[in-house]
């Protein structure tokens, strides 16, 4: 690559986009950085504030960098497309991962990129040959079968291979994650060493649109609906107390139930149908086997026999050794070697082999 190559990079402010643009533009490429605005200022106040000092920080990283950056408007975009999958999915009894709709449906949607640049700057500016983010990920290509891969990042404690499954061949050709091979300790060293003003600035935790991780008070203010109380029932059906709406609850959850129970209980099932939740003992949240729906490969165009895989079915979880079937052109089957705890409709199941993400799918 040379200065010819035009490169997109996605800066959100933080320490980890600052430092990918930094190393582009140490290959001799010509950048350009972009912040994606994606609250609407009248929906959250806090938000708009976080947004325009994040803003503030992508600029002046860009100013020291001497890097064109300007500012792309996708707040419709990010309330159709990932605020009202997430608020549909909790109200269906499910448990979303927005990141992953963020990443497949808004940042790295090319297309809408292009022609967001072409309406906000010059005449020709608005065509880029890469799209760089500051993702702990590797992109290769396998000469044999042609296809791009996406593998786990060296730092395997910073990895986010889990909330990038969803990319497709065309998006992976075309990005790029620098930050792969790097230890998150050394991006805050290279950001001191260039004395960025990210530098020090702590890591994100929570949902963005979410920062106070209340996901029910969200999604009523959000929404302007009261989700009623129901029954609290255990594995029998017996009613054993309320519950303050199912939203309000996840598989797996333990704090917060307001039952006073001989032995800890989980929630172990929620039907919005019925509008009950479920509580037993740890025991119950294991199971063998999952079926996944809206899939994604990336290693192979399908699965032509059963492979042996590992799987997460949570971002932080440890990966598990299973069988995965592809059952049908958009349908997975996962039988794990041992009995996997609190498996969440709604989660991402994502399949390895070794570093490389074979592919994944929504968890039914």
């Given at each position: 690559?040379?200065?010819?190559?035009?490169?997109?990079?996605?800066?959100?402010?933080?320490?980890?986009?600052?430092?990918?643009?930094?190393?582009?533009?140490?290959?001799?490429?010509?950048?350009?950085?972009?912040?994606?605005?994606?609250?609407?200022?009248?929906?959250?106040?806090?938000?708009?504030?976080?947004?325009?000092?994040?803003?503030?920080?992508?600029?002046?990283?860009?100013?020291?960098?001497?890097?064109?950056?300007?500012?792309?408007?996708?707040?419709?975009?990010?309330?159709?497309?990932?605020?009202?999958?997430?608020?549909?999915?909790?109200?269906?009894?499910?448990?979303?991962?927005?990141?992953?709709?963020?990443?497949?449906?808004?940042?790295?949607?090319?297309?809408?990129?292009?022609?967001?640049?072409?309406?906000?700057?010059?005449?020709?500016?608005?065509?880029?040959?890469?799209?760089?983010?500051?993702?702990?990920?590797?992109?290769?290509?396998?000469?044999?079968?042609?296809?791009?891969?996406?593998?786990?990042?060296?730092?395997?404690?910073?990895?986010?291979?889990?909330?990038?499954?969803?990319?497709?061949?065309?998006?992976?050709?075309?990005?790029?994650?620098?930050?792969?091979?790097?230890?998150?300790?050394?991006?805050?060293?290279?950001?001191?060493?260039?004395?960025?003003?990210?530098?020090?600035?702590?890591?994100?935790?929570?949902?963005?649109?979410?920062?106070?991780?209340?996901?029910?008070?969200?999604?009523?203010?959000?929404?302007?609906?009261?989700?009623?109380?129901?029954?609290?029932?255990?594995?029998?059906?017996?009613?054993?107390?309320?519950?303050?709406?199912?939203?309000?609850?996840?598989?797996?959850?333990?704090?917060?139930?307001?039952?006073?129970?001989?032995?800890?209980?989980?929630?172990?099932?929620?039907?919005?149908?019925?509008?009950?939740?479920?509580?037993?003992?740890?025991?119950?949240?294991?199971?063998?086997?999952?079926?996944?729906?809206?899939?994604?490969?990336?290693?192979?165009?399908?699965?032509?026999?059963?492979?042996?895989?590992?799987?997460?079915?949570?971002?932080?979880?440890?990966?598990q050794s299973a069988v995965a079937e592809q059952t049908g052109e958009n349908s997975l089957h996962i039988?794990?070697?041992?009995?996997?705890?609190?498996?969440?409709?709604?989660?991402?199941?994502?399949?390895?082999?070794?570093?490389?993400?074979?592919?994944?799918?929504?968890?039914?």
């Open positions: 690559m040379n200065i010819e190559t035009k490169a997109l990079i996605a800066m959100s402010g933080g320490v980890d986009s600052s430092v990918a643009a930094a190393l582009m533009l140490e290959q001799a490429i010509q950048c350009t950085g972009v912040t994606f605005r994606l609250f609407r200022e009248n929906r959250c106040t806090s938000l708009a504030d976080t947004f325009h000092r994040n803003e503030n920080d992508a600029k002046t990283v860009a100013l020291a960098l001497g890097i064109e950056h300007h500012e792309l408007d996708f707040t419709d975009e990010f309330e159709n497309e990932v605020i009202r999958r997430f608020v549909e999915t909790y109200e269906a009894g499910e448990t979303p991962n927005p990141c992953i709709e963020c990443n497949r449906r808004v940042k790295f949607n090319l297309s809408m990129l292009r022609g967001k640049l072409r309406c906000k700057m010059k005449e020709g500016l608005g065509d880029f040959d890469i799209f760089v983010t500051g993702h702990y990920a590797r992109i290769t290509h396998d000469p044999v079968s042609g296809r791009f891969l996406l593998r786990k990042a060296l730092d395997t404690n910073k990895d986010q291979s889990y909330v990038l499954y969803c990319l497709s061949q065309e998006q992976l050709e075309k990005a790029r994650f620098p930050l792969g091979e790097l230890s998150k300790h050394e991006v805050r060293k290279i950001a001191e060493e260039k004395k960025l003003v990210s530098a020090g600035k702590p890591d994100s935790q929570d949902i963005c649109f979410v920062p106070d991780g209340d996901y029910g008070s969200f999604i009523e203010k959000h929404t302007g609906k009261t989700y009623p109380e129901g029954d609290i029932i255990d594995p029998e059906g017996k009613i054993i107390g309320r519950h303050r709406g199912v939203i309000r609850y996840t598989v797996g959850q333990r704090r917060g139930l307001g039952v006073a129970a001989n032995i800890p209980v989980y929630v172990t099932a929620k039907s919005a149908a019925d509008n009950t939740v479920t509580l037993g003992p740890d025991s119950a949240l294991f199971s063998k086997a999952l079926t996944a729906k809206d899939i994604n490969l990336i290693a192979c165009a399908d699965l032509k026999k059963p492979m042996r895989v590992m799987v997460k079915t949570r971002y932080l979880q440890t990966a039988e794990f070697d041992e009995p996997q705890r609190a498996i969440t409709p709604g989660q991402a199941a994502v399949m390895y082999d070794g570093d490389v993400v074979v592919g994944g799918g929504t968890i039914e």
